[in-house]
């Protein structure tokens, strides 16, 4: 199983769940590619951040070139069933129910360094019936509602949390551009560069993650 290392992983833990304000809904899907400011390179993995309207936090992307086709790939993304084996700090992943392009999934995610499991409900939605050949699009919305009837004791569910994928298939199946994006919003007084290093860093190692899982290297 893929992990980042223990302490870094429980500073992204504390800085990406802990005490989220709200973040309107498709924000990161309102952004066009020339919104994004190039930050660093990871690797082979090209980081960008971009301000959102109202936030004091940028969102983070991840783009890399992925040797395997974009229907691969989805199935990987797409595998919540499976994520606790390989995206980092899930415990449990289910599908709750399914209901035409859109799936209500729940997670729980273990942190060490005595930070509070998490655990939520998200509404997914793709494209797959409408996409253009080689084209799939995936985004992802925290369900308040229902993540809020869970039955909590010491666990946490956050206020939000969203994001998306963007496979574009290239060399006729042989490769895909990807593209990953998150946007949170913390509460507190935890400083806007601290969280932005850890979320550049943290989409790098899902990007390594989903690598891995392709090749079956865990």
């Given amino acids: 199983m893929v ?3 223990q302490v870094g992983l429980g500073l992204v833990c504390l800085l990406f769940l802990s005490g989220m304000l709200p973040v309107t809904a498709g924000a ?11 930050s660093r390179r990871l690797g082979d993995v090209d ?9 004091g936090f940028p ?9 395997a086709s974009a229907k691969a790939l989805y199935a990987v993304i797409s595998d919540y069933e499976h994520f606790r084996d390989f995206i980092p700090s899930v415990v449990d992943s289910r599908v709750l129910a399914r209901q035409m392009s859109t799936l209500t999934v729940y997670q729980r995610l273990g942190f060490p360094l005595m930070v509070a499991d998490r655990h939520y409900v998200i509404q997914v ?4 019936d409408q996409a253009d050949e080689g084209l799939i699009k995936l985004t992802w919305q925290l369900d308040r509602q229902q993540s809020l009837s869970l039955t909590s004791g010491r666990v946490v569910v956050p206020d939000a949390f969203s994001g998306s994928w963007r496979l574009a298939e290239l060399e006729e199946g042989r490769a895909t ?20 290093t850890a979320s550049e860093r943290y989409v790098f190692q899902v990007i390594q993650a989903v690598r891995r899982r392709l090749s079956g290297d865990e």
């Fill in 177 to 196: 551009d990807a593209t990953y994006s998150i946007h949170v919003e913390p509460g507190g007084s935890l400083p806007a560069w601290l969280l932005l």
């Fill in 125 to 128: 939605t793709d494209n797959l």
């Fill in 47 to 55: 980081i960008y951040r971009q301000s959102i309207n109202g936030s």
């Fill in 28 to 38: 990161l899907q309102g952004l066009a590619p020339e919104d994004w400011t190039f």
């Fill in 3 to 5: 992990r980042i290392n």
């Fill in 59 to 67: 969102a983070v992307r991840a783009h890399a070139r992925i040797s």
